[in-house]
């Protein structure tokens, strides 16, 4: 019996109450954090940004998806059910780290209108981010300037880190997690 069985197991002889309410908080406060993130994006202003930077904003953006990556993860290492964590580390990590570029995509649009072959709304910016997440490349919107390239590298880079490294990061932190959680019901 693998530790998954284990947990599997553990997780089915709770009562059906404590299962039903563990799941909807997985998945509820994920979509709620999301629909605010979706929210604060499409209400904050970004009208003259001229004095911020487009690396300075990658940078802030990138810092940004960084520490909501880390504190995920924190809490996939302490949670009574790592594995329900994860699921919640996931749902609310690619959402911060999709509208972070889609931002910075809507800056550069704005501080320099040549960057891409139209200039880019805010759901144009969000469109444009999730194609290239996607690697659809429909072409319809492109980087024209060298600068709006070195963002979409950076995003195709960090795609795949992502994609790799974080969901490995993520299972290795819910074995850890489990790890934790079993030695301290052993020390019980």
Not at 61 to 72: D, E, N, S, T
Not at 130 to 153: M, N, W, Y
Not at 161 to 166: E, N, P
Request: aromatic letters at 8%.
């Amino acid at each position: 019996m693998s530790a998954d069985d284990g947990d599997d197991a553990k997780f089915a002889r709770l009562p059906r109450k404590t299962r039903a309410t563990l799941i909807r908080r997985a998945v509820i406060r994920p979509i709620v954090t999301a629909l605010l993130c979706v929210v604060v994006y499409f209400v904050v202003p970004m009208d003259n940004l001229s004095s911020l930077s487009a690396v300075g904003g990658l940078l802030a953006c990138l810092l940004l998806v960084a520490g909501v990556f880390v504190w995920q993860i924190r809490k996939i290492l302490t949670a009574q059910y790592p594995a329900v964590q994860s699921v919640e580390a996931l749902a609310v990590s690619l959402p911060v780290y999709l509208l972070a570029f889609a931002t910075v995509y809507h800056i550069v649009s704005q501080t320099s209108v040549d960057s891409f072959n139209e200039e880019l709304s805010r759901l144009d910016s969000l469109y444009f981010t999730l194609v290239c997440f996607s690697t659809v490349g429909f072409g319809d919107i492109v980087a024209k300037s060298e600068g709006a390239r070195a963002v979409v590298t950076v995003q195709i880079v960090g795609n795949l880190v992502l994609l790799a490294a974080g969901v490995r990061v993520i299972t290795a932190a819910v074995k850890a997690g489990k790890r934790r959680r079993d030695a301290r019901e052993d020390g019980d």
